[in-house]
Nanobody, 122 residues
Framework: VQLQASGGGLVQAWDCLRLSCVAHGLTFGTYAMGWFRQAPGKGREFVAA????????RYGDSVKGRFTISRDNAKNTLYLQMNTLKPEDTASYSC????????????????WGQGTEVTVSS
């Protein structure tokens, strides 16, 4: 299984960015997916999660109302639309997959991808 995240970059505060995560080697629609982030010197933080057929989503408190998680099962791709970015959103963003939605949200996923870096300047 391989998860490839992309779409990070350097943006200014209030800008938007969309991250993508392409999954290989799994039956994508049967997996819950999620995004986590880790800022320099800090622990990993839950960002968002989505069930296999997009029935349920959940967000971390710090991104609610600004970020939207979605997926396209036909393309084996997970997305994170990030609006109204703040400097405190600066972090490495990683995608994760597990057959259990609860395990995704509690950081117990079976599969993790490499991060894509997001830097938000003030």
């Amino acid at each position: 299984v391989q998860l490839q995240a992309s779409g990070g970059g350097l943006v200014q505060a209030w800008d938007c960015l969309r991250l993508s995560c392409v999954a290989h080697g799994l039956t994508f629609g049967t997996y819950a997916m999620g995004w986590f982030r880790q800022a320099p010197g800090k622990g990993r933080e839950f960002v968002a999660a989505i069930t296999g057929h997009s029935l349920f989503t959940r967000y971390g408190d710090s991104v609610k109302g600004r970020f939207t998680i979605s997926r396209d099962n036909a393309k084996n791709t997970l997305y994170l639309q990030m609006n109204t970015l703040k400097p405190e959103d600066t972090a490495s963003y990683s995608c994760t997959a597990d057959t259990s939605y609860l395990d995704v949200m509690s950081e117990r996923s079976d599969y993790w991808g490499q991060g894509t870096e997001v830097t938000v300047s003030s």
